[in-house]
DNA sequence: TGAATGCTCTAAATCGTTTTAGATAGCGCA
DNA sequence: TGCGCTATCTAAAACGATTTAGAGCATTCA
């Protein structure tokens, strides 16, 4: 059995307080009592049990992610857990991953009681319809908690905080883009129904083609649901337009990605006759062929940023901390 | 506050041990009084402590992954981890993530002790030269754990459990394929010098040659070091040589697709200039242009039985379970 | 000399559970 | 009536730490 505080104090003829105290810095031992204990401390192989700290002080050194069982099926949550166990490995937290769904329902509500994190990121949860249910709980266990990855806007809650990019000036200045480049038919791959990031992107997109007098024409929106070949799919459907779109934009570089490959099968060329634009900038969005022009996203800082955001939570008081990330359009051969 | 068990015990009357007992489904307590209990703990949303139970039970519910920052870099490590979250999702469990490196050096001796995890997966710890300073503080400190990813032999330990794949039948499989082909001039781009998973593909590489009589070229073999575009670097070099391949089977998808870029950029055909194999069949494999052939290694399915085996390792007796996966060519139209 | 002060140290409570050992009461039976 | 048995409940210790309140002792000052 490991040594515990009991052994240490028992091995040096000390009482159990003295050894905590000249463990934790206290004033009130000598130094030559602080220098021996830490010495035997070391000799013995004495560590604390975080387990009985954690009981006794209500506190931790974890932060939970609730996300769901899909996450690693997709870059741009990868993207986020890179982030978010930067932040953590250099802020000294260690994060812990609850993944949805919940045996029971109240499984959540046992993990906020329990002491066990200091908060919660929130990742994903929207498509499976969790958020909610989730975001309930966790207000009333009053455990703080941070949405990674869109916005949101819920009624009958508290001011939510949450990191999101945005989405807005991210579609627009793809489209910008691409209207510059003298394209009028561009196709839209992506959840127009949708609420959140699904949302935004396809409403900016509207807007930019209002903006330069483009009139919307609904067979150039095709719905792509979550799935991997969504794109390709989606991409088959335009095709078989009449009058075919000269380029793309897509929700995600995932969907682009797919569809441009639907397309050089096709024996079609990019961007000649077809131009591509992806969002989200995941790494194979560089490594596809041709290279994808995407709007990049700060996956990685917005990440690192959750996990700040989520700290400083816990230290009242707390106005709202949501934060919008800017995007980046970044040029690539596929348009 | 949320309430404890002596908030309900004094709410009802009874003793601690009694609510305790009801709760846990002991004998000696009526059954009246038991159902009574449970309605109460679910009125007044009674949920035990976890770290309390911890702590008195010297159990949790957890399982630890060491992995190294970079992780989510890389599609196999994140294969793995679809299967580490699905096996322990499955099974109840949750899983907390150190990330090295670790601040002190026995920040990893401290975790062992506190009883925070039943055990450790082992995650891509090879690369930074950590995973035998890791395995030797494990060992010591008696807590099981399981290497994934790749075979390990280490002088001075006990025997090891990892969970690998089949290196040496994956590259002959794919090497017969492309020998089948009448390729004669294959190259290979990995590293050659390191141990496990690079040491086993590279020698059944040669195995492979050796066998069908073709003589090992040193100016085939490229090495490519662990960054984004070693695939790339490596095959300018091949493409500057005098005699050029025909065939280039790579160490992993990531490289195989990388180099195959510079191969289009050249305005070379694949695969009627240069035919690629890869080695792990991560998603983007088949998302690349052209779809990539490859090796598949059951990523998820590893995953998922290296939470198992932890799990078993728990249990004593444990004789060595380490195991070797299956490979399966898959063949796409980039050979 | 006596009181006050300062320096170390310790006893004991506490965090929220589980579990062992024992208490109490009711009942049947001789 | 008294004994033993069973069914139900409780007291208290334990898990391994932290922290409050106070004890003991030497030194200093009036």
Same mark, same amino acid.
Not at 302 to 310: F, K, Q, R
């Given at each position: 059995?490991?040594?515990?505080?009991?052994?240490?104090?028992?091995?040096?003829?000390?009482?159990?307080?003295?050894?905590?105290?000249?463990?934790?810095?206290?004033? @009130?031992?000598?130094? +030559?009592?602080?220098?021996?204990?830490?010495?035997?401390?070391? @000799?013995?192989?004495?560590?604390?049990?975080?387990?009985?700290? *954690?009981?006794?002080?209500?506190?931790?050194?974890?932060?939970?992610?609730?996300?769901?069982?899909?996450?690693?099926?997709?870059?741009?949550?990868?993207?986020?857990?890179?982030?978010?166990?930067?932040?953590?490995?250099?802020?000294?937290?260690?994060?812990?991953?609850?993944?949805?769904?919940?045996?029971?329902?109240?499984?959540?509500?046992?993990?906020?009681?329990?002491?066990?994190?200091?908060?919660?990121?929130?990742?994903?949860?929207?498509?499976?319809?969790?958020?909610? +249910?989730?975001?309930?709980?966790?207000?009333?266990?009053?455990?703080?908690?941070?949405?990674?990855?869109?916005?949101?806007?819920?009624? !009958?809650?508290?001011?939510?905080?949450?990191?999101?990019?945005?989405?807005?000036?991210?579609?627009?200045?793809?489209?910008?883009?691409?209207?510059?480049?003298?394209?009028?038919?561009?196709?839209?791959?992506?959840?127009?129904?949708?609420?959140? !990031?699904?949302?935004?992107?396809?409403?900016?997109?509207? +807007?930019?083609?209002?903006?330069?007098?483009?009139?919307?024409?609904?067979?150039?929106?095709?719905?792509?649901?979550?799935?991997?070949?969504?794109?390709?799919?989606?991409?088959?459907?335009?095709?078989?337009? &009449?009058?075919?779109?000269?380029?793309?934009?897509?929700?995600?570089?995932?969907?682009?990605?797919?569809?441009?490959?639907?397309?050089?099968?096709?024996?079609?060329?990019?961007?000649?006759?077809?131009?591509?634009?992806?969002?989200?900038?995941?790494?194979?969005?560089?490594?596809?062929?041709?290279?994808?022009?995407?709007?990049?996203?700060?996956?990685?800082?917005?990440? +690192?940023?959750?996990?700040?955001?989520?700290? &400083?939570?816990?230290?009242? %008081?707390? %106005? *709202?901390?949501?934060?919008?990330?800017?995007?980046?359009?970044?040029?690539?051969?596929?348009?």
């Amino acid at each position: 059995m490991r040594p515990t505080i009991k052994d240490l104090s028992k091995a040096l003829g000390l009482s159990v307080s003295t050894i905590s105290k000249a463990l934790n810095g206290y004033e @009130d031992v000598s130094p +030559e009592t602080k220098e021996l204990v830490i010495k035997t401390a070391k @000799d013995l192989g004495y560590h604390p049990s975080s387990i009985a700290r *954690n009981l006794r002080l209500k506190a931790n050194d974890k932060i939970g992610i609730i996300h769901p069982l899909k996450s690693f099926e997709s870059e741009v949550f990868v993207g986020f857990f890179r982030g978010l166990t930067m932040a953590a490995q250099k802020l000294g937290y260690n994060l812990v991953l609850y993944t949805t769904p919940f045996k029971q329902a109240d499984a959540l509500r046992n993990i906020c009681r329990s002491h066990e994190v200091r908060g919660m990121i929130l990742l994903g949860l929207s498509l499976s319809g969790m958020l909610e +249910e989730t975001i309930v709980i966790l207000e009333e266990e009053q455990l703080p908690f941070v949405v990674l990855g869109h916005p949101v806007k819920l009624a !009958n809650t508290q001011e939510l905080n949450f990191i999101a990019s945005d989405n807005r000036s991210g579609v627009l200045s793809a489209m910008q883009h691409l209207l510059a480049q003298g394209h009028r038919k561009i196709a839209y791959i992506g959840r127009a129904q949708d609420r959140e !990031n699904n949302y935004e992107r396809f409403l900016a997109y509207q +807007e930019a083609l209002n903006e330069a007098g483009i009139s919307f024409r609904l067979d150039l929106v095709v719905d792509a649901p979550y799935h991997a070949y969504s794109g390709r799919e989606a991409m088959k459907k335009l095709l078989s337009l &009449e009058d075919l779109p000269t380029a793309v934009l897509a929700f995600n570089d995932h969907i682009a990605v797919d569809a441009a490959q639907e397309v050089l099968e096709k024996q079609l060329r990019i961007p000649q006759d077809v131009a591509f634009v992806g969002f989200g900038d995941i790494p194979y969005a560089r490594m596809s062929f041709p290279p994808m022009t995407t709007v990049k996203v700060p996956l990685r800082e917005m990440g +690192e940023v959750a996990v700040g955001v989520l700290l &400083e939570l816990t230290l009242p %008081p707390h %106005p *709202n901390m949501s934060k919008t990330f800017p995007t980046q359009l970044i040029i690539r051969s596929s348009s």
